[in-house]
């Protein structure tokens, strides 16, 4: 894959250096573009934020190269279904800890881990924004959604313990005990009813 921090690039967000962020395997956000070669087997997390008129939109997802195993493709459909279950609670008063709970109970269910060291957040004028949306019910994150409120929820799942550590390239993190993980991630709107997907 070709570096993408070219000068023609779009500006960097927090100095990340490339265009998109680009995790395989093990790798479970923040991998920086490069030139290593995908296989048949591999998990591909493509996480990318798109720029309009000042507004930002932040959007992934993970998909497998060739033929991959029956475990990596249910952690895909995992992640994506967990997705599902969260935006129908990602209505106009509900709690931000409701979406948490929704993830959390579909990760379980398919006998996967929710990485709670990452989730979504507000976005807007800038990439990171209130609120923390955390994929877990965090009893601190228990404010209001309001109508009009633009987040993210993105459900970043591992086949392994959850735990991740951080890498001496000062971006990529990897799961802590070497397994796949699937990253699902769209921005959204939130409304009375079902919420606005900005970036299906």
């Excluded at 998909?63 to 279950?85: D, H, I, K, Y």
């Excluded at 509900?94 to 709970?101: E, H, L, T, W």
């Excluded at 800038?126 to 993105?154: A, F, K, Q, S, W």
Aim: charged fraction near 20%.
């Amino acid at each position: 894959m070709a570096d993408h921090g070219a000068e023609s690039s779009p500006p960097k967000v927090y100095g990340f250096p490339g265009a998109v962020c680009i995790s395989l395997n093990d790798e479970a956000v923040h991998g920086i573009p490069g030139d290593r070669v995908l296989r048949p087997g591999d998990l591909v997390k493509l996480d990318l934020v798109a720029e309009k008129n000042g507004f930002l939109a932040d959007a992934a997802v993970t998909v497998g190269v060739g033929e991959v195993t029956s475990t990596a493709t249910a952690l895909v459909r995992c992640a994506e279904r967990a997705f599902q279950q969260a935006v129908k609670v990602a209505r106009g008063g509900f709690r931000v800890d409701d979406i948490g709970r929704a993830v959390e109970w579909e990760v379980t269910r398919w006998g996967f881990r929710v990485m709670p060291a990452f989730g979504g957040h507000g976005v807007g004028r800038t990439i990171h924004e209130p609120p923390t949306i955390p994929n877990y019910p965090d009893p601190l994150c228990r404010e209001r959604l309001t109508e009009g409120l633009v987040i993210t929820i993105e459900p970043i799942v591992s086949a392994g313990t959850g735990r991740s550590t951080p890498q001496v390239d000062g971006w990529t993190v990897r799961t802590a005990d070497g397994s796949f993980s699937a990253h699902y991630e769209h921005t959204v709107v939130i409304t009375k009813r079902e919420p606005i997907l900005l970036t299906l």
